[in-house]
Structures are given as structure tokens and as C-alpha cells.
């Protein structure tokens, strides 16, 4: 989005420099209710009466949008944290029988600023009894799609600038049967908010959604990724959620998205049928 992030945030700096000095001998305890800090300051409250269009997201504005789409050259996207390889031989292995051995619920951005170390967290989608990629053969190279998502207030001016990417590899196979993933990943690229925001997104693979929708013999893995945003400001919070579902043969596609109207077709994806009914999945 070619348009300047902080479109007016300039006057709110110019007014807080101008009004902190009637702030600067309010008491510690004049600032704490439970003991810990608001999530807003006395300051902010006081703006968003006087400006509103500031403090309030446009909903008409806030959009997802997909960036690009290319091969990764190898998996650095992420730092897989698995248990030593070891010899499978003994090992019962079911391979039309899917887990994840990895994340299942882990945070993006907090904050507003991308979590510490977020290139270890990540989802897989192994045999029964596989624990690391390298037990699996034939992976493919990364596929990685390229996300930018924005929010402007009433003004006009962008609040939210973040950039992501939605990374997995696939094609793994067991003794030449399946195809599996691993390093299922979100990565943020850019989180800009400006002042008098928050902005925080969470990714989630509810063990619901992964599935074989292959064969016994021959299984393809499948899984969804829920990516969910939290914009709030002193006035209002916003959530938004997204799904994405991703196949062992490099398959992928957005299923389920707040941003862009109605959620798009998923009774024809046979993993996505669960999201029909939310309460079994989340």
C-alpha cells in the first residue's frame, strides 16, 4: 500500500508534547487500578474524546492481501526443534495415521513487534511415530505466499502496516509412501502500528483439521493453519481470523477469511469440512 503509515500520527505527537507536561506529576498509584498498568494511557483516553476518527478503525479499509508466491531455496525459513533422528527400524510407524509434533498454538506478534525466536515455532504433519523431518525423504523445496495486511482509521491514515508469510515444505515421504509437511510457518516480515494501537496475531492447527486425504496406502496429508488478528485501540478492539489450508502434495489455498466478504467454498475440500462447524475445531 503505496500511502504514508502514521498518516496524522504527527499532530498526536505534537499534542502529547504539548499536554505531557500535565501528565508528567500523575502518581504511580494514580495510574494503577489491579496492580498492574492500563492497557491505555490517560492520555490516549483523553485524545479519543476529542478525536475519535484517530482512535477508530475503519472497517471498509482493513484488507488482506496476497503479495506474492515463490519457492524458498531450502527450509532456513525455519529452525526445526525436533528430537534427534533415530532408527526407525522396531518403530511402529502408521502412515495413514497424521500428527503434528510440533506448535499447536504459539504467537506472531505481540505487542506490536514480532515475537522472539518465532522462526521455531511451526506445525508438521508426520506419520504415527515419525518425530523429524529427516526420517522422512523426497521433500520438495518451501513454498512461501507473501501476505500484507492493513488498517487506515477514519482519516485515512494507515494504522496497521504488517507484512507475512505463510511458509510449509512438503512431499516428504516414508519408504516412498505419502506425502507429508513440515515447517508449517508464519512468519512476520513488517509490523508497523502506530501510536495509540495495538496490534497482536496468533496462530493456531487444531489436531481437528489434520487429516489423511489421500489413501491408506498412498496417504496425503492435510492440515489448516488459523491465523487470528486482535487491533484494539482506547475505544474499540477488532478480530479477525483467517484459515488456511495446506496439503502434503503442496496444495494450499485460503479457505475462510473476515476481509474480503463472504468465506469462500470449502465443502468440496475434504480437511476444510470440520471448519463447518467452528466448535468442533477451535
Given at each position: 500500500m503505496n500511502k504514508t503509515l502514521y498518516g496524522i500520527t504527527a499532530l498526536f505527537s505534537f499534542l502529547f508534547l504539548c499536554r505531557q507536561s500535565s501528565f508528567a506529576q500523575e502518581s504511580a498509584d494514580d495510574r494503577l487500578t489491579d496492580g498492574t498498568p492500563p492497557a491505555f494511557s490517560d492520555l490516549e483516553r483523553d485524545l479519543s474524546h476529542t478525536s475519535p476518527g484517530y482512535f477508530t478503525v475503519n472497517p471498509k479499509s482493513v484488507s488482506v492481501k496476497l503479495l506474492s508466491v515463490t519457492d524458498a531455496p531450502d527450509m532456513t525459513y525455519v529452525r526445526l526443534k525436533e528430537e534427534p533422528p533415530k532408527d526407525l527400524n522396531g518403530v511402529l510407524v502408521t502412515v495413514d495415521s497424521i500428527v503434528n509434533v510440533a506448535s499447536k498454538l504459539w504467537q506472531i506478534v505481540h505487542d506490536n513487534a514480532a515475537v522472539p525466536n518465532i522462526e521455531s515455532k511451526y506445525a508438521t504433519a508426520y506419520p504415527q511415530g515419525v518425530t523429524s523431518a529427516?526420517?522422512?525423504?523426497?521433500?520438495?523445496?518451501?513454498?512461501?505466499?507473501?501476505?500484507?495486511?492493513?488498517?487506515?482509521?477514519?482519516?485515512?491514515?494507515?494504522?496497521?502496516?504488517?507484512?507475512?508469510?505463510?511458509?510449509?515444505?512438503?512431499?516428504?515421504?516414508?519408504?516412498?509412501?505419502?506425502?507429508?509437511?513440515?515447517?508449517?510457518?508464519?512468519?512476520?516480515?513488517?509490523?508497523?502500528?502506530?501510536?495509540?494501537?495495538?496490534?497482536?496475531?496468533?496462530?493456531?492447527?487444531?489436531?481437528?483439521?489434520?487429516?489423511?486425504?489421500?489413501?491408506?496406502?498412498?496417504?496425503?496429508?492435510?492440515?489448516?493453519?488459523?491465523?487470528?488478528?486482535?487491533?484494539?485501540t482506547v475505544l474499540k478492539e477488532f478480530d479477525g481470523t483467517s484459515v488456511y489450508y495446506v496439503q502434503g502434495d503442496g496444495y494450499y489455498k485460503e479457505i475462510a477469511t473476515p476481509w474480503k466478504g463472504e468465506p469462500k467454498t470449502i465443502g468440496s475440500v475434504k480437511a476444510a469440512l470440520p471448519l463447518l462447524d467452528p466448535l468442533k475445531v477451535f
Open positions: 529427516s526420517q522422512l525423504t523426497q521433500w520438495s523445496r518451501p513454498k512461501v505466499y507473501s501476505y500484507g495486511f492493513y488498517a487506515e482509521n477514519l482519516y485515512g491514515g494507515v494504522m496497521i502496516d504488517c507484512s507475512y508469510k505463510v511458509a510449509f515444505t512438503y512431499d516428504g515421504s516414508y519408504k516412498g509412501k505419502g506425502k507429508f509437511l513440515t515447517g508449517v510457518a508464519v512468519i512476520p516480515t513488517v509490523a508497523q502500528v502506530a501510536w495509540g494501537y495495538n496490534f497482536s496475531m496468533t496462530a493456531a492447527v487444531p489436531d481437528s483439521t489434520i487429516t489423511n486425504v489421500g489413501t491408506e496406502a498412498d496417504p496425503v496429508a492435510a492440515l489448516q493453519l488459523k491465523l487470528t488478528w486482535k487491533m484494539s
